[in-house]
C-alpha cells in the first residue's frame, strides 16, 4: 500500500475531536473533489510503498497512541487495508476509518467516519473537467453506505459550501436512517477566517435540523499544514 505520510497529532474533526491519535494515511482515491485538502493522495499522489511490518513498527514505536486513524485518500481502495486493521485490533488499538463511503472492504472498525461527497465536490472546470464525469459516476453509492452504516458504529461527515448542501444530505442521512446527532456538517475551508465564516450560517442549520456541528480543529489549532 502506499503511504502518503504517518503523524501523530489530535483528531481534528468528528466525535474524537481532540483523541490523541496516530494517522497512517494511504495515497490513492478514486474520486477527485474540487475542494480536496490533501490532494498529494489524489490529485498528484505521492508516497513510498510500506509493508505491513513497517506500519506495524510505526504503531509499536507509540505506545500512548491508542487512537490509530486510516485516512487517506481512500483507504478503503486496498485489500491490504483488511490485514492492516486486523493486525490492529489484535494490538488492542481503536481503529477509526476515514472513507467517503463509496467502496467496501470487511475492515475491523471502531468508529467508520463516512464523508459522502455531495455535487458541491464535482470537479467540473479544475483541469478542464477531465475528472468530472467519473467523479460524479462514482461519488454516492448508495449500496456501500448502507452497509457501512449497518455494519459499524457510524458518523457522517459532510463538507458543507452553502446552505443549499442541506438539501442533499437531508436526504441521504434520511435515506440511511440515520440518527441525526451521528450526522456531522463540517464547514468546507482551509483557514480560520473561511472557517469562521462558514460557521456562523451553519450553526444556525445544526440548530434546526439537529445535527452536531464538525468544527475543524487541527485548523484552527495549527493551519492548513501536511501532518498535524
Ligand atoms: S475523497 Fe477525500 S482524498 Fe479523495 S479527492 Fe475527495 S477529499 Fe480528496
Known sequence: MRISEIFTTIQGEGLLTGVPSLFIRVSGCNLRCVWCDTPYTSWQPEGEEMELAALLRHVEAEPVYR??????GEPMLFGEVVELTAALR??????TVETAGTVWQPVECDLMSISPKLRNSTPWDREGGRYAA??????????VL?????????????????PGDLEEIRKIASALHAKPERVLLMPEGISADRLHERAAWLVELCKENGYRFCPRL???????????
Open 218 to 228: 487541527h485548523v484552527l489549532l495549527y493551519g492548513n499544514r501536511r501532518g498535524v
Open 67 to 72: 487512537h490509530i486513524v486510516l485516512t487517506g
Open 146 to 162: 448502507s452497509r457501512l452504516v449497518t455494519e459499524y458504529d457510524y458518523q457522517l461527515k459532510f463538507v458543507v459550501t452553502e
Open 90 to 95: 489484535a494490538m488492542d488499538r481503536h481503529i
Open 134 to 143: 467519473s467523479h460524479e459516476r462514482l461519488r454516492y453509492r448508495p449500496d
